[in-house]
């Protein structure tokens, strides 16, 4: 087909969709001729606020209208007529007719009139009502007609209750999410409505919609459908009639029904013209669906959805979604010709806790190929998404023991350099803490043997780490790395002069290697091809299963006591009244004595030249396996030195009407830490850390900063040496304590207009679920697409700003970065809001991620602008569109630039 045929027929579509609506053509029942007689007034009796019950066994004579009862064997109506009125209630002189002055309210079964003038035919079974003018001549008290929880509203209502035939003038109800209005509509005994000169709309003005679809007739049946015959738009009163349907079928039914799913159209630049989202609905079940739907470019590009709920109550909730997309770009044959395969797979579950307490099976699968963002991303963070995670996870516990078992399987992937590791599976059986030496009946104080404590931990895994395009392509059980390692540690814990800590402990490791290494040494008569260089280490990998099991027995002692210091103001006006200052010093020493054999036999050594000298190295020979092993040849010791600082303040405050005072936290923590190895023969220090942060403001500003400083200098390769940087360094006093290897700032704040009177202020980030009116959640029909029309128009304003500061200088060479992200969103007026978002980059100057976002409400209608000016997304979207969900997708004026035509 050429090209400029497709094009033709592209435009074709665009206008058959929007007359879509079309689904099926139904005749339609002609309005009969109903006579609207006037019903003569008898004479009033004096009776107010009374409420008459009338068992009517009358046999009813036929009416020479349509709402008179043929052929029926049927003489009277077997349900009480209950009528009453605060006003009067007044019966003819011969007690056949009943009329009812405001307030008036008849009922009969589920059937329930209400206005403020009824008249009740009780020899042939009709009532009628209407509204009365008040003083303004204003018509009040309309009719309010409702039958098994359908309601609608009226000028004037007459209806036989025996044959349950209504005649209705300019009747007003709601159906589903539109409304419907009628000059003249007729009620037939099957619950049905015909209509003449009837208005669909969305708009919830009743006495005058901003816009409706003109119906010249149309038949209702509530709950199901709407079917009308020829209708056009009519828009602020001004119709439009070249915008109409010859038919119309409206799907109103309130419980899910399949169906199909009408597409969105549009054009794009480089795609060309599209449909999207559309395909078909499957209501499967009360607690399942699917909706499978496609997406069509005229240029070849294409893709489809699958998407599957299974919600059962309070036992769990599954979700999947399979999609594959191809994208296509230029023409086959040409230079810049593209053709990208993708898929995408997402599946969470997650169990009712109340389901089964002591088994739980919960999943949250993402996985997609590595270019499935870059050509198929509808947000700017899916876009700057670099890993993905999934996680299926099995857990099971026995009630009164103290035995756990779980089963998982882990995935992750990096979609810069495209690799993924996937773990399959991981599997741990763990035993609570248990004191065995404990009495069953505990009194008094426990002896200290009664605190000595044992646990079980187990992990067997197996996992691999691969490029994704290999992942399923070749991949053998040997290239998956596996093993087994468990752990019995017994401990107890004894306090000795109030504040020291004394914990012994042995521990018993077993891990099971499915290959180790041999014997290591270095060939200098090897020849590298690739480096063109002679040398190189030899080891040999036996591949056999070995167990190796150590059992190391350790001591610690610690302390950490608390230490107060105040600082009271003597002055009683003073705004200060107290400033508080908490240190805890925390000193920690740990000692593992040399294991000899018991650690020897795994390590291995080999001898290498190092200049003019031979050097012998040690190794692991189970440094190639999964697990490490956990010691080395020789004792270990280590003290850790740490020192931690709490600062606040108390201030007098008026708000506070029960103390009269306020704390206010000045710095909620700093620390600064560090440990030094006993048994290093070198580079006995480990770096400086501190650590600090604070929030101003009653928490409106959060403050948090980090620092790492190596005490020890560097040679000029950047290698670290057994020498002080205090000993080299020429600088100042804090200069001269070692090398600044790392430090970062973060600053944030978030300012929202006043809070409502319950100190409440709404946020839009909180993920919510959407649910109907009974609390259960929307089909997959009905959330395929996020709600563009919710904008919370309850917070005039809100700013939040971030700043990032990261330094870095491992070596010599240093690494700043500085990074502003401010976002917000204003209520200009109550109708309009602007929202926005952005980052810069101060360090190289440019912005990035910026999005900007302007939304009118328009009542019933609504129009969004959507703004991405700079990065590889840059974009617009603007549309005017009707809210309602029912026809969004049909009455909208879309005009945009979808980032896919910058490729």
Same mark, same amino acid.
């Given at each position: ?10 435009s ?38 009374d ?13 020479d ?49 209400e ?17 009365v ?7 009040v ?19 036989n ?5 209504g ?20 009620k037939?005994e099957?619950?049905s ?6 208005k ?59 169906g ?5 159209y ?23 669906d699917l ?24 036992k ?9 997309n191809e ?20 599946w969470?579950?997650t169990?009712?806790?109340?389901a ?15 270019s499935?963002e ?31 078992l779980t089963?998982?399987l882990?995935h ?9 590791n ?7 059986f763990?035993?609570?803490r ?39 392509n070749?991949?053998k ?12 540690p ?19 490791? =077993?891990?099971?290697y /499915?290959?180790? $290494?041999g ?6 008569n090897?020849?590298?091809? %690739? +480096?063109? !260089? ?32 105040m ?55 189970f ?8 010691a080395?040849? =020789?004792?270990?010791? /280590?003290?850790? $030195?740490?020192?931690?600082n ?7 405050? %008026? +708000?506070? !009407? ?15 830490g ?9 580079l ?48 100042n ?31 839009k ?16 029909a009905q ?10 128009f ?67 209608w ?7 000016p ?18 969004r ?15």
């Amino acid at each position: 087909m050429h090209k400029n045929s497709i094009i033709k027929l592209f435009s074709k579509l665009r206008i058959l969709v929007f007359s879509s609506i079309v689904i099926l053509v139904l005749p339609l029942t002609s309005f009969s001729q109903v006579s609207r007689d006037v019903v003569k007034t008898g004479t009033r009796l004096n009776q107010r606020t009374d409420t008459t019950t009338i068992p009517v066994n009358e046999k009813s004579t036929r009416l020479d209208d349509s709402l008179s009862t043929k052929n029926t064997n049927k003489s009277f109506i077997d349900t009480k007529v209950i009528y009453s009125a605060t006003d009067s209630i007044v019966l003819s002189r011969d007690s056949k007719m009943v009329y009812l002055y405001n307030k008036a309210k008849v009922e009969y079964g589920d059937i329930t009139l209400e206005a403020d003038y009824i008249v009740y035919d009780q020899e042939h079974n009709i009532v009628f009502a209407q509204g009365v003018e008040d003083t303004l001549g204003n018509l009040v008290g309309k009719p309010v007609f409702t039958e098994k929880g359908d309601k609608f509203d009226a000028k004037t209502i007459k209806y036989n209750f025996k044959t349950k035939k209504g005649f209705i003038e300019e009747v007003f109800t709601e159906e589903e999410d539109g409304f419907l209005h009628s000059q003249v509509t007729k009620k037939l005994e099957d619950n049905s409505f015909l209509m003449k000169n009837g208005k669909y709309t969305t708009c919830d003005d009743p006495s005058h919609p901003h816009f409706y679809l003109s119906m010249s007739k149309a038949k209702i049946i509530p709950g199901e459908k709407i079917i009308s015959s020829y209708s056009y738009l009519v828009l602020q009163d001004i119709p439009f009639k070249i915008l109409f349907i010859p038919f119309g079928y409206f799907p109103s039914q309130k419980d899910q029904t399949s169906g199909i799913l009408i597409p969105k159209y549009g054009e794009e630049s480089r795609r060309g013209f599209f449909l999207q989202d559309g395909g078909y609905y499957f209501g499967i079940s009360d607690m399942m669906d699917l909706a499978i739907t496609a997406d069509i470019f005229s240029e070849g590009s294409w893709g489809t959805d699958l998407r599957y709920r299974f919600i059962k109550r309070y036992k769990f909730n599954s979700n999947l979604s399979v999609k594959y997309n191809e994208f296509i770009k230029g023409d086959k044959g040409l230079p810049d010709y593209l053709k990208s395969k993708d898929i995408k797979i997402s599946w969470t579950h997650t169990q009712d806790p109340k389901a089964n307490p002591t088994r739980k099976f919960s999943a949250n699968v993402n996985y997609s190929t590595s270019s499935y963002e870059k050509y198929n991303s509808k947000t700017i963070e899916d876009l700057n998404t670099n890993t993905k995670s999934s996680n299926i996870s099995y857990s099971k516990s026995w009630p009164g023991r103290p035995f756990r078992l779980t089963a998982q399987l882990n995935h992750s992937q990096n979609n810069q350099t495209n690799n993924v590791n996937l773990t399959l599976p991981v599997v741990t059986f763990n035993m609570d803490r248990q004191y065995p030496f404990r009495r069953k009946n505990t009194s008094g104080e426990l002896k200290w043997y009664e605190n000595i404590e044992v646990s079980y931990k187990s992990k067997l895994e197996n996992r691999i780490t691969t490029a994704d395009s290999l992942l399923f392509n070749g991949t053998k059980f040997s290239d998956f790395e596996n093993g087994f390692q468990h752990n019995i540690p017994i401990s107890t814990n004894i306090k000795i002069l109030k504040y020291f800590n004394l914990s012994p402990q042995v521990e018993y490791t =077993g891990i099971l290697y /499915t290959s180790y $290494l041999g014997n290591r040494y270095y060939d200098y008569n090897y020849y590298n091809e %690739d +480096k063109n !260089t002679y040398g190189a280490l030899i080891t040999d990998t036996i591949n056999e299963l070995k167990y190796a099991q150590l059992v190391t027995p350790s001591i610690s002692l610690g302390v950490g006591p608390n230490i107060y210091g105040m600082y009271a103001f003597k002055n009683p006006n003073a705004k200060i009244v107290a400033v508080r200052h908490v240190v805890t010093p925390s000193v920690a020493i740990s000692y593992r004595p040399d294991l000899g054999n018991m650690v020897d036999q795994y390590y291995g050594k080999y001898d290498i030249l190092s200049g003019d000298e031979w050097k012998t190295i040690e190794y692991s020979k189970f440094e190639n396996g999964l697990y490490r092993f956990p010691a080395t040849p =020789g004792q270990s010791g /280590t003290v850790s $030195l740490s020192l931690n600082n709490n600062l606040e303040m108390k201030i007098r405050s %008026d +708000k506070d !009407t029960v103390t009269g005072m306020r704390k206010i936290k000045l710095i909620e923590g700093l620390k600064i830490g560090s440990s030094y190895n006993i048994f290093a023969d070198s580079l006995n220090w480990s770096p400086i850390s501190l650590s600090g942060r604070t929030t101003l403001f009653n928490d409106k500003v959060n403050i948090n900063a980090g620092a790492s400083i190596d005490p020890y200098a560097i040679y000029e390769n950047g290698r670290k040496y057994n020498e002080y940087y205090w000993n080299v360094s020429d600088g100042n006093f804090f200069g001269r304590i070692g090398r600044l290897t790392n430090f970062n700032l973060s600053i944030d704040f978030r300012l929202n207009s006043p809070q409502d009177s319950k100190g409440n202020i709404k946020d839009k980030d909180q993920e919510t679920e959407l649910l109907d009116e009974f609390g259960n959640p929307l089909p997959i029909a009905q959330i395929q697409q996020p709600i563009v029309g919710y904008v919370d128009f309850d917070i005039p304003w809100n700013l939040s700003v971030g700043y990032n500061y990261n330094y870095s200088k491992p070596a010599f060479e240093k690494n700043i970065t500085q990074t502003l992200q401010l976002s917000g969103d204003f209520s200009l007026t109550k109708k309009w809001k602007l929202s926005f978002r952005t980052n810069y980059d101060i360090t190289n100057r440019e912005l990035s991620s910026t999005s900007i976002n302007i939304h009118r409400d328009l009542h019933c209608w609504e129009m969004t602008f959507s703004w991405i000016p700079v990065g590889r997304m840059q974009s617009y979207n603007f549309q005017i569109n009707v809210k309602a969900s029912t026809l969004r997708d049909f009455l909208k004026l879309p005009k945009k630039r979808t980032w896919q035509e910058n490729l």
